[in-house]
């Protein structure tokens, strides 16, 4: 049974920094698409950044430029560096893939 188990939210003041981690159980990582979403509260759940397997990646028009989406095959693992957050950043952030989701990480930005 694959698992996703995110990692890495948190607070933090405007204009600061954080690095999510998603790490994936099973063996049939490396040949999957992983993405990262976003739910804040009252809100639909929006995707944020996608990764293909070859490392492209897209990303939602309002994090352009400020997040960036990775992943080490090695390592069962996919990332959201997140830079320059702002408030309206604030949301449960969700890894997703192989027709699963994690149970989410909270991310806080508030001065």
């Known amino acids: 049974q694959v698992q996703l188990v995110e990692s890495g939210g948190g607070t933090v003041q405007p204009g600061g920094s954080l690095r999510l981690s998603c790490v994936v159980s099973g063996r049939i990582f490396g040949y999957s698409e992983m993405s990262w979403f976003r739910q804040a509260p009252g809100k639909q759940r929006d995707l944020v950044a996608h990764?293909?397997?070859?490392?492209?990646?897209d990303y939602a028009d309002s994090v352009k430029g400020r997040f960036t989406i990775s992943r080490d095959n090695a390592k069962n693992t996919v990332y959201l560096q997140m830079n320059s957050l702002k408030p309206e950043d604030s949301a449960v952030y969700y890894c997703?893939?192989?027709?699963?989701w994690g149970r989410g990480t909270q991310v806080t930005v508030s001065s």
């Open positions: 997703s893939g192989l027709m699963t």
């Open positions: 990764i293909l397997t070859g490392g492209v990646a």
